[in-house]
């Protein structure tokens, strides 16, 4: 159980020749006696006749190969000759009996002869759990070797694709990951073999440390244990996830997952052999039913006898059920009887608002919070006009599929622009989009410059616009055909400013490094200048190392610039006491109507 078996028969190709396969076996099973089986006649006459006699008075019998598996087991080794492996031999009658004995994952069989040192297992094991290290290999030696550090510097995650290039303070790539680093092992073992010792639970509980949290004093005795949900056999049964059922915002639904309504339980078989996984504690669940790994229900609620007794699962099974809380005590509800609502979890907007709806042009990584699903758009991003009108189009979609949405759309125009359209009040069917056209219209004698006309929505307690650029005169620094060597030049090494591209934000460092005591305080500082004629709203986000981000707080900003004006914001750098001396780099990523800009790199140094 938990091992690879592969099939032959005796006038077919062997597995284990490392010049095609690309791993080694540990030892064949033969099927049939010498009179069905030409293998195990073979092996029977090579082995000996007091082999013979023991398959014949016990219906199975192993057979040692000839040397040791550490001598065998090498380079470009050839394992196919019938001696080069143990092997077990067992009579056709005895296949039933074989199959029961697998259940326990330990297979009994007599040997006449010696059995090789490596054969002979010592029911103990060791093991060696790690910390979120990527890799691992064994040579045949036994040592045991683990990958540390993965690092790419080539395509894609090496090359700095938003210009000017940045670099760590001492000029080198940022995927090097040459700062401090914590490394976690436990060295575990017992009597038995890994399923006895519950390894694959012991490994989660390394990886998964228990939090500690400070509450106030309560009256009453404290219980000796509190669960909020266990699963029973304990530690052989293991919790995979806990969570509201269902995925609505996948599905394109306006629903929000409630706990009260449903939760899922992803269960993990951890032995291999089979368990009946129960559930109880604080969390009590009612009309459980199984589901697939999408949540939806594959067979109807179970009875309460049965999901009393549990539910029985095979050996290594993934399984997801379905289930409703029971309601809460007296201590759970209000005064009128209904249940009290329960708090947030964390936060349900963005920091940084309004939300940019492309927000990937940002370079940002992860979608906003509710993934916008309504969104407005605005085409074309870029329009230019020597003072006559110029005319946007605005779209409003919905990606909800089982409820309408209505609002009003509010049409930004640079100060001083006439628009046609400033508020558009709008009902979507569900999937339904809507797209109006805007004229802006500039004053008389209108500056040159770059100025912005933005469409902006409410929808889940979040403001969404998309934003347009109007440039008024010649801007010849807006765009920038690709000549012969771009690729190679700006793309892959990077230049200041993409060749003299300029965005209308200058974005400097108000220091060039950070040096900071634990327990102390320091400031990291980002200096913007708005060039353009149009207020930039954007969001800030100071980027350093894994490690270093309990030493910075409120890393997320948004902010706000009207034009011309020039501004610093600061973020506090505190270490805790405990921190040990590090020397890292930090920089702030400025994001802004379908910009990205960085600040130049800060050595951050706990001393």
Known sequence: VGVTATTAAADWARYGWLDVDSNLPDFRIVLGGPEQNDVARELLDRAGAGHAAELARRGRVWVPAEKPLAEVWQPNADLRDLRALPALIVLDGELEALVDDFADARVSAGCPGAVQAGELLTDRTVALLTYGLPGFAVDPSGALHLSLLRSCTG?????????????????????????????????????????????????????????????????????????????????????GALKPAGNPVAHGSADHPDPAAGVTVRLLESTGLGRTARLDGALRLRRLQPADLLERPTGGPLEEATAARGVPLAGSA???????????????????????????????????????????????????????????????????????????????????????TEGTAAVLAPEGWRVSTGRRPYRLLPGGHLRFPVTLTPPAGVEPGLYFAAARIEYGGQSVEDVATLAVGDQPALHREPDEGFWQRDVTHGTTAAGGRDTGLSVDSLTTAVRVAPGGRAELGVVLTNRTRGEIRGELQVVSPWGTWDAIHEPVRGFTLLPGATRTVRF????????????????????????????????????
């Open 318 to 404: 993934v399984a997801t059920l379905l289930g409703v809380p029971v309601p809460a005590g007296p201590s759970g509800a209000r005064e009128d009887g209904e249940p009290s609502a329960p708090s947030p979890l964390g936060p349900t907007a963005e920091v940084a608002q309004p939300v940019h709806a492309r927000y990937w042009l940002h370079n940002r990584g992860p979608a906003p919070m509710g993934y916008l699903p309504v969104s407005v758009g605005v085409s074309p991003g870029l329009l230019r006009t020597d003072g006559e009108p110029v005319e946007i189009s605005v779209v409003l979609a919905s990606q909800l599929r089982d409820a309408e």
């Open 155 to 239: 395509w894609p995650s090496g090359i700095w694709i938003d210009p000017p290039r940045r670099t760590a303070p001492d000029g080198s790539s940022f995927q090097l990951q040459h700062w401090t680093h914590d490394f976690h092992y436990a060295l575990v073992s017992g009597e038995g073999d890994w399923r006895e010792l519950r390894l694959p639970s012991q490994g989660q509980e390394f990886n998964h440390p228990l939090y500690a949290r400070l509450l106030d004093p309560q009256p009453g005795p404290l219980p000796p244990t509190r669960s909020y949900l266990r699963v029973h056999p304990a530690r052989e049964v293991l919790l």
């Open 572 to 607: 506090e750098v505190a270490p805790p006491p405990d921190a040990e001396p590090a020397r890292a780099w930090a920089l702030t990523k400025v994001m802004w109507f379908g910009r990205c800009q960085y600040a130049p790199t800060v050595e951050l140094v706990v001393t």
